[in-house]
Each structure stands twice: as C-alpha cells, then as structure tokens.
C-alpha cells in the first residue's frame, strides 16, 4: 500500500499522511524502510524530502531524465541571491535579506520565489513590528533533491565546485600577500 502510495503521489508524503490512507494497524514507517532497502542498487529509491518521503530515480541514473527536464524560466540573478540567502539564513526577514546582499529587494523577486513555492512564509519574528520571516519549503528541497536544509553545500564545496572566489573574505588577515589587495582598493 505504501510502495502505491508513493508511487501515485505527484508530491512527497508524510508518514502520517500514508498512515491515515491505510487501514487501522498499518505502519507506514516500517513499510518505508522495508521499501528502501528493496529498492536499493535499482533504477529508483525511496528518498526523505524534509519530513516526507517520495520514490525518485536512482542518483546514479539522473542523466537518463534529462530530455524529460523542462526549463521554464530562468531566475534572475537577484532571485537566486534571494533564494541562497533564505536557504542558508531562514527564518529570515526581508530587511535581513537587504542587509545581506546590501541592496533592496523587490516584492516581484519574493513573489517569484513564493509562487515557484520554494519559499513560504515562517513565524513572525518576536521583534519590534513582528516582521515575517522566510524560510525554504519542502518543494524547494525536492527539487534539489536534499533531504534537508542542512544538506545544502558548505563553503568548502561550494569554493571546490567554483562557484566561489577562493580568496578569503574581506577583513580576514591570512599572513600572506596575494598580490590582489590594489584590485580591490577604493583609494
């Protein structure tokens, strides 16, 4: 019953929710890890999408799907600076978000991200003018295929993937002389 669950399932499902479509007695945990572990070395697996669990192609068999990928917009450079810093921030709130990237951000880029539902709304923070905070959904860590936010890239990958300057961040004294400082001189 779980494995047709799973597999019928356009969106993760939570153990609760597998239990309560089940008849009384059953338990979708113990089914889940019976399921894993049939699946395991096989075109597909049981994965964990934050607190639910989805059947999603075998890692190792992700280039066999990407004709079936569709692309239907870029996001902008400001989006996926938004969308990081929700990620690695969250909860977080807008005037947070601007204090990180250090320019405002428009309602359109928060809008995009919450009609994608990558993003939804978290707890109010307890502050002066109770703002709202940001945090990543369940959608977001699909689509990522994580499991959690915790799983997101470190600065360590992120530097080793290229993604990153390999040069320390400003004000970090590193004893050495790379030549670079002149380039980054405002005087």
Same mark, same amino acid.
Not at 78 to 97: D, G, K, M, N, S
């Given at each position: 019953?779980?494995?047709? *669950?799973?597999?019928?399932?356009?969106?993760?499902?939570? *153990?609760?929710?597998?239990?309560?479509?089940?008849?009384?007695?059953?338990?979708?945990?113990? /089914?889940? /890890?019976?399921?894993?572990?049939?699946?395991?070395?096989?075109?597909?697996?049981?994965?964990?999408?934050?607190?639910?669990?989805?059947?999603?192609?075998?890692?190792?068999?992700? &280039?066999?799907?990407?004709?079936?990928?569709?692309?239907?917009?870029?996001?902008?450079?400001? /989006?996926?600076?938004?969308?990081?810093?929700? /990620? &690695?921030?969250?909860?977080?709130?807008?005037?947070?978000?601007?204090?990180?990237?250090?320019?405002?951000?428009?309602?359109?880029?928060?809008?995009?991200?919450?009609?994608?539902?990558?993003?939804?709304?978290?707890?109010?923070?307890?502050?002066?003018?109770?703002?709202?905070? &940001?945090?990543?959904?369940?959608?977001?860590?699909?689509?990522?295929? *994580?499991?959690?936010?915790?799983?997101?890239?470190? *600065?360590?990958?992120?530097?080793?993937?290229?993604?990153?300057?390999?040069?320390?961040?400003?004000?970090?004294?590193?004893?050495?002389?790379?030549?670079?400082?002149?380039?980054?001189?405002?005087?």
């Amino acid at each position: 019953m779980v494995e047709a *669950l799973l597999f019928a399932s356009a969106e993760p499902l939570s *153990l609760a929710e597998m239990n309560g479509r089940m008849p009384h007695g059953c338990d979708a945990a113990t /089914a889940v /890890a019976r399921l894993r572990t049939r699946y395991e070395g096989r075109g597909v697996a049981i994965v964990r999408v934050g607190e639910a669990w989805a059947i999603r192609t075998a890692p190792d068999l992700g &280039y066999l799907m990407q004709k079936e990928t569709v692309e239907t917009r870029k996001l902008s450079r400001a /989006a996926i600076e938004t969308l990081a810093i929700i /990620a &690695y921030h969250q909860p977080v709130t807008r005037a947070e978000i601007e204090e990180i990237r250090g320019v405002s951000v428009s309602r359109g880029t928060v809008d995009q991200l919450l009609e994608l539902e990558w993003i939804r709304f978290g707890r109010r923070k307890m502050t002066p003018g109770r703002p709202v905070t &940001y945090i990543v959904t369940p959608a977001f860590l699909d689509h990522f295929g *994580l499991e959690s936010a915790r799983d997101l890239p470190g *600065l360590r990958d992120l530097r080793a993937a290229g993604l990153l300057d390999n040069r320390p961040p400003p004000g970090t004294d590193t004893g050495e002389d790379d030549g670079q400082d002149e380039l980054f001189d405002d005087g």
